[in-house]
């Protein structure tokens, strides 16, 4: 990716980081992209913010549940080489008031 490629699709990044939504809806990932392999197995959700909903990637390898509470947090999406960019990315996590089953 190029710098300002990157740069541009950061703008709104802070605007998310720290909102709180719940999950209607998830997935677990277990077999991905080459460039994601080394992340899996991850979840992908999509999460409510009140009138609006978007999907994010799960930090970790965090199983994610529909009804869990969570938070847009930024987290390194891939491993880079030492000459790129370090591409980081929101991302979701389970609050810890979150009831899991």
């Not at 978007?54 to 000459?83: I, P, Q, T, W, Y």
Request: charged share 20%; net charge positive; glycine share 8%.
């Amino acid at each position: 990716m190029q710098p300002a490629q990157y740069w541009r699709q950061t703008k709104e990044w802070s605007s998310w980081i720290g909102k709180q939504g719940t999950v209607v809806a998830t997935t677990q990932v277990r077999v991905a992209s080459p460039e994601r392999a080394g992340l899996t197995p991850y979840a992908y959700a999509l999460v409510e913010f009140g009138s609006e909903r978007r999907s994010f990637m799960g930090v970790g390898h965090s199983e994610l549940e529909v009804g869990n509470a969570v938070e847009c947090v930024l987290r390194k999406n891939a491993n880079s080489d030492k000459k790129s960019l370090i591409e980081y990315g929101i991302k979701v996590q389970k609050l810890s008031s979150s009831s899991s089953a």
